[in-house]
Each structure stands twice: as structure tokens, then as C-alpha cells.
């Protein structure tokens, strides 16, 4: 009998939205009257831009004719997108970063689970608590934990607290740690990092031949100036950084897939015998063997994010889900729920009220105001006591979850 991938079994509960969805199509089945308002997973709602739509269609076009038509196309993205990326994102911004270290994908989810394969399973991993799941999974899956603890943490991961008594700020690690994952504005607990916090784990990453694996998936929320958009803005970082980037939540693309990373030339690591090599090499090798390319339109949809019409439109879509973060996080403290984030992020952070349990405030909620939201724990030991909600939906869906919030906690 073939043997299975056992580290897939020390995985715990499945992961958390399936078991959100879960829960939810139970509550439905039970109750097929009730008008439920979804607030948990960070799916956009809002239709693509309209200049983003036009270049879409303007290059299906393209592909429905013998001149224009195109088939296989660089894995790593065509140089058009690869360009206008470098240039819009970072070089305006004064960040040195060259258009071939760009790597264009299907997913900054995909892309920072599988950076793990070129990484070696002996390296020390620290992770934000509470933080993305999928960081913490795809290490399980790739073989660098043990199995978990009660609190759901795992063996072999180094876990950095980032909760209201450390204002959300990431201590450096008290040991050497190899690969260190951090994501600003934070998912989920929509808080932001300032120059000086990044300096420090630069700085850190420098000090110890570790490499920071940056997720900027909602820097395009950024609404302080004095916050950085990329950890490239910060002095040293392309010597101990890969930056993630998605077209999900800034241009609507959750239902196309559109992202990249960035693998800076210069970046090295070590082999098994202790000689230095270079990642970007490595990383391309990687891509060009277990990934065959975004497609063609949509890749010009995603350029069509950087003409002046994308970026108007893209702006207004931004504005559009800060509001409703603004709605749900006035509503809330109106409330006299504690929270968080909201500001330079889609994502409210919330304190559950009375003491409750993160689950049990996402069944009361469900039960009491039809409203879904996603308990913090799932995000992490830390995570405890806290619930997270999206600002991804209809105007008319947050105004009335706000109404129905109140009502909840009545």
C-alpha cells in the first residue's frame, strides 16, 4: 500500500475557513430563512475596474485571433507586467528592485507556501502569533514541526506573541532563528509596522544570515505616510528579504489570480556543506519547473492596474473597503467593543466581549445576529480572545451588521 505524507495528519482541524464554512453551512441548513451576513474570509465583493475589465477582454480578443494569438508564455511573468510592477511599486517608491526579480504567480497563498521547497527542512522558522495559516501549515506540510501542543502550537516553530500588551509590535527573537515571516498591514489583526519596527528585524536578519519572507498583500490600505509600503524602503533589507505581492484585494482579483514576488539578485544562502548560493537562481529554477505562467489576459488586466484610469479606479475600490473598516470599527466601539486595526488595513481585530471564548463570540454572533466572523484562534495561541472581520462586502451588508452587532451583544 502506497504510504501517505504523514506530516498532513499532525495538521489540526482542517484548516480554518473550511471549518468556518462548515460550521456556517450547518447554521443555514438548520435555519434556511435566515439572511446571513458574511464578514470572515477577506473575499472582495466589489466587480474588477472598469480599465482593468477593458484590457481583459481586449486581450481575450487578442487571443481569439491567428495574428495576435499567444500560447505558452514566460513562467516568470511577461516583461511588460514584470516592468510596470518594478517600476510603479517599488522604484517609484525608491526601491531598488530590477524587473527580472520579479516572479509573477497565481497567488501570494501559493507563492509563500511553496518558497518552502527551496529552503532546507533543518532551518529554524519564526512566525507572528497570531498569524496567516498558511504559514504555519505549509511548514507542517513540509516537514519542519513536530506535532502540536494543546494551545495548537507547534514543535519546532518559534512563536513571536503580537497581541494588545505588546501593541501589536513583534519582539525579536531571544534565539537564532533561519526564516522569519512577517506581514504588514497585518492579517489579521490589521495593524501596521513603522520604519524603526522593520530596521530592527533588518537589522536582526543581517546579524544572524536569516531571511525575512515579507507579505505586503494589503499595502495598497496604507493611508499613513510615515508607514512603508515595502520592506525595501528600509536600508539593507534586499541583502534578507523576498516581498510578496497580490492583485487580490487591491484590484479585485480573487476570482482571476494575479500576484508576484520579489527575489532580489544579491540574496544568498547556504548549502548543506556550507558554501554560499544564490536564491534567485534557485527560486527561478523552482518556478520555471512547477508553475506554467499566469495567463495572458489577465496579466494585461494586471498591467491595466498601473495605466492612470487603473489607478483612479483601484483608489476608489481602496476607499470603498476602508469605509466600510471605518463603519464596522466606529460601530463596534460604539458598541463598547475594544478594537484594532481598520486604519491601514481591511481587517477590524476585536476584543470578545465578556470573556468569551473566540469560537463561542463566532456561535453567538451566528446564532444571535446571523453575522460570520473568524475567531481569532484560528489564527494562532495568541489569537485567543480575539475575533476578525472583514471589510470586504456591500456597503448595505456592513451597515446593517452593524446594527445587528449591537443587537448581539445586547
Known amino acids: 500500500m502506497v504510504q501517505v505524507n504523514d506530516n498532513f495528519l499532525k495538521l489540526k482541524a482542517g484548516y480554518l475557513f473550511p471549518e468556518i464554512g462548515r460550521r456556517v453551512s450547518a447554521f443555514c441548513k438548520a435555519n434556511p430563512d435566515a439572511a446571513v451576513i458574511k464578514l470572515g474570509i477577506g473575499d472582495v465583493t466589489e466587480p474588477l475596474p472598469p480599465a482593468i475589465a477593458e484590457a481583459i477582454h481586449k486581450a481575450v480578443d487578442e487571443m481569439s485571433n491567428r495574428e495576435t494569438f499567444r500560447g505558452y508564455g514566460p513562467e516568470q511573468g511577461y516583461d511588460f507586467l514584470r516592468a510596470a510592477i518594478a517600476e510603479n511599486d517599488f522604484r517609484s517608491r525608491g526601491c531598488d528592485v530590477a524587473d527580472d526579480e520579479i516572479f509573477v504567480s497565481d497567488g501570494s497563498k501559493c507563492d509563500t507556501g511553496n518558497i518552502l521547497d527551496i529552503f532546507g527542512t533543518d532551518n529554524v522558522v519564526a512566525i507572528t502569533d497570531p498569524v496567516y495559516p498558511v504559514y504555519v501549515d505549509t511548514n507542517v506540510m513540509s516537514g519542519r514541526t513536530g506535532e502540536a501542543d494543546a494551545t495548537g502550537r507547534y514543535a519546532g516553530l518559534v512563536y513571536i506573541p503580537v497581541t494588545a500588551e505588546n501593541d501589536f509590535t513583534p519582539a525579536l527573537p531571544d534565539q537564532k ?4 515571516y512577517l506581514c504588514f498591514p497585518n492579517n489579521p489583526t490589521g495593524t501596521v509596522a513603522s520604519k524603526e519596527t522593520l530596521k530592527q528585524w533588518v537589522d536582526y536578519a543581517k546579524a544572524n544570515d536569516s531571511i525575512i519572507l515579507f507579505d505586503a498583500a494589503y499595502e495598497a490600505f496604507i493611508t499613513d505616510p510615515e508607514i512603508p509600503h515595502s520592506i525595501y524602503e528600509i536600508e539593507g533589507a534586499r541583502d534578507v528579504a523576498i516581498e510578496f ?3 487580490s484585494k487591491n484590484a479585485g482579483f480573487t476570482g482571476t489570480r494575479c500576484a508576484f514576488t520579489v527575489v532580489p539578485k544579491g540574496l544568498s544562502g547556504k548549502t548543506s556543506t556550507g558554501e554560499s548560493t544564490l536564491i534567485h537562481p534557485i527560486w527561478n529554477r523552482r518556478h520555471c519547473t512547477k ?3 499566469v495567463s495572458y489576459p489577465i496579466q494585461r488586466g494586471a498591467e491595466a492596474a498601473y495605466s492612470e484610469a487603473g489607478k483612479a479606479q483601484i483608489g476608489e475600490l481602496v476607499s470603498f473597503y476602508l469605509e466600510n473598516a471605518r463603519l464596522l470599527r466606529e460601530g463596534l466601539e460604539a ?12 481587517y477590524v481585530w476585536l476584543k470578545t466581549p465578556g470573556g468569551l471564548s473566540s469560537w463561542d463570540f463566532f456561535d453567538r454572533l451566528l446564532n444571535r445576529g446571523h453575522l460570520v466572523g473568524t475567531p481569532g484562534s484560528g489564527f494562532g495561541a495568541a489569537g485567543e480572545g480575539y475575533f476578525r472581520l472583514s471589510a470586504f462586502n456591500s456597503r448595505a451588508n456592513v451597515e446593517e451588521a452593524v446594527e445587528r452587532f449591537a443587537k448581539s451583544l445586547g
Open 177 to 180: 532563528v533561519d526564516l522569519i
Open 245 to 247: 505581492r497580490s492583485f
Open 291 to 293: 508553475f506554467n505562467g
Open 335 to 346: 458598541a463598547g467593543i475594544t478594537v484594532y486595526g481598520g486604519v491601514n488595513a481591511p
